[in-house]
């Protein structure tokens, strides 16, 4: 009798290393930043935001070596992921974490840190101006969209966290206008797919918590060129994130269930970046209810991040992080 068929097992491939992967530095180095910030405000050591902030760093080194390596040798992959209108923010990742790791590394040397700062809000802008010409004059699937684009177009918004401590003023503001119109346009774009559109598959889910970096990050800098004054505009903003926390939270209460990929890092950064916003609301306006709140993030994100990154090392050990079919 003869053996059924079976599909042949997946096998691991540099081929297919997606460039989202870079959303691992955004999650620990943003943890890193997360923990500094701790640190100042409730006090404690500041050894874990550092070992965090130069463990992202490696991260960078080794991914960014790794996708180098992809393009060179897989140029047409990298030219498909690119062309993909679901996957093509995943690059702007890239900058995003050179941004987040400029904040970081600014305490330990000014210069290098502003190089790295001036060339990944250089790509950022590049990466935006090309994402929204595409959106413009190019027909898109509907359910295409998801949010992925929030961090193709809305990344500007995170130029001014080292911008701002670099002196570079201006051109913080100037980038962070262009991260708060273009929230409002691709929000309500990945709404109407999500409402209309068909079922959002489950391995595509996580990427719903990019919807709280927006009204997070543009909290964050919008307390930080205001000098810590909160207004009506900074506590809307601050209300916003805490009620889509709490409506993500209750959607991806099962989220176990989902299927593991490297989508899962999706889950970080948002979290990171609510995080972050709560513990500068407890700082400026402390009191039991915003430490409650600060506490509560902060355990709720360091908990997620430690998850996906043991995740993802069992996924990279088993050979099952990124792959292509076997011929």
Known sequence: MNNPVSNPPAKQTLAALPVSLFGAVMGVAGLGLLWRDIAEVFGGPRLIGEALIFLGAGIFALVGAAYILKFLRYRDQVAAEY???????????????????????????????????????????????????????????????????????????????????????????????????????VFTIIMNRTIFGGEVAHGLRPTWFIFLVPPSIIFISYMDMKGGEIDFFARSLYSLTIFLTAVLCFVARDFLRWPFSVAWWAFTFPLVAMASATVVYFRLEPGPGSQAIAIAAIILTTVIVALVAVRTIKALISGGLFSLPAN
């Open 83 to 185: 062309r993909n209108s679901a996957q093509v923010g995943f690059f702007s990742t890239v900058p995003i974490a050179g941004l987040l790791l400029s904040a970081g590394l600014f305490s330990y040397s000014a210069v290098f840190a502003d190089i790295l700062w001036w060339l990944s809000t250089a790509l950022m802008f590049v990466l935006s101006l090309l994402l929204v010409s595409r959106l413009l004059t190019e027909p898109h699937p509907v359910d295409n969209a998801n949010g992925s684009w929030l961090i193709g177009m809305v990344s500007p918004i995170i130029v001014p966290i080292a911008g701002l401590q670099l002196g570079h003023h201006a051109i913080s503001h100037f980038m962070l206008a262009i991260g708060i119109f273009m929230w409002l346009v």
